[in-house]
T-cell receptor, first 113, second 111 residues
Framework: SQTIHQWPATLVQPVGSPLSLECTVEGTSNPNLYWYRQAAGRGLQLLFYSVGIGQISSEVPQNLSASRPQDRQFILSSKKLLLSDSGFYLC????????????FGQGTRLTVV | AQSVTQLGSHVSVSEGALVLLRCNYSSSVPPYLFWYVQYPNQGLQLLLKYTSAATLVKGINGFEAEFKKSETSFHLTKPSAHMSDAAEYFCAVTLSGDMRFGAGTRLTVKP
């Protein structure tokens, strides 16, 4: 069966520090991969999605970036965090090419102080 | 790009009452549509999905939704609310790889 791992679960970082959140999927090949951010009362904002290695689509201009160095690994990064980067970050995958439901990780609560 | 709009950020019902959470979509062609539930500090769990088969879709925990092309809607219903249904609910749409979510509706169930 397929599983998705996302870590860390919680993170407190100072303003201006770098960020690296990692997500890996097991039990499937060539998944679509997603990073979402959830701010209080604002739903899920799609940040990045990837349909293959090295193929990243960015939805909003910001100081975050994403990379997919391996088929089932998706990394969210920042060189310098801002206070506004605080939120709940969710990684998800969906099977390709069926493009049906997305399966979510447990999320990372990021607080920038 | 496709999108969904959820009407009502908060819905409150009494235990045993009908639950109705509204979702309208915008898409140039019929998309795939989903309802997810989220409990505090957790990821999202799929309730049900519409993938162009039957327009009335039944999901887990007694929820169902009906796809209405003429109204571009995909409202979520449950005949009788239970205390354990209290959570945040998200409608989502996808066409070609980018799954997009609504702002969410927080459901409160009163005893």
């Amino acid at each position: 069966s397929q599983t998705i791992h996302q870590w860390p679960a919680t993170l407190v970082q100072p303003v201006g520090s770098p960020l690296s959140l990692e997500c890996t999927v097991e039990g499937t090949s060539n998944p679509n991969l997603y990073w979402y951010r959830q701010a209080a009362g604002r739903g899920l904002q799609l940040l990045f999605y990837s349909v293959g290695i090295g193929q990243i689509s960015s939805e909003v201009p910001q100081n975050l970036s994403a990379s997919r160095p391996q088929d089932r690994q998706f990394i969210l990064s920042s060189k310098k965090l801002l206070l506004s980067d605080s939120g709940f970050y969710l990684c998800a995958w969906s099977p390709w090419p069926m493009n049906t439901e997305a399966f979510f990780g447990q999320g990372t609560r990021l607080t920038v102080v | 790009a496709q999108s969904v709009t959820q009407l009502g950020s908060h819905v409150s019902v009494s235990e045993g009452a009908l639950v109705l959470l509204r979702c309208n979509y915008s898409s140039s062609v019929p998309p795939y549509l989903f309802w997810y539930v989220q409990y505090p500090n957790q990821g999202l769990q799929l309730l049900l999905k519409y993938t162009s088969a039957a327009t009335l879709v039944k999901g887990i925990n007694g929820f169902e939704a009906e796809f209405k092309k003429s109204e571009t809607s995909f409202h979520l219903t449950k005949p009788s609310a239970h205390m354990s249904d209290a959570a945040e609910y998200f409608c989502a749409v996808t066409l070609s790889g980018d799954m997009r979510f609504g702002a969410g509706t927080r459901l409160t169930v009163k005893p």
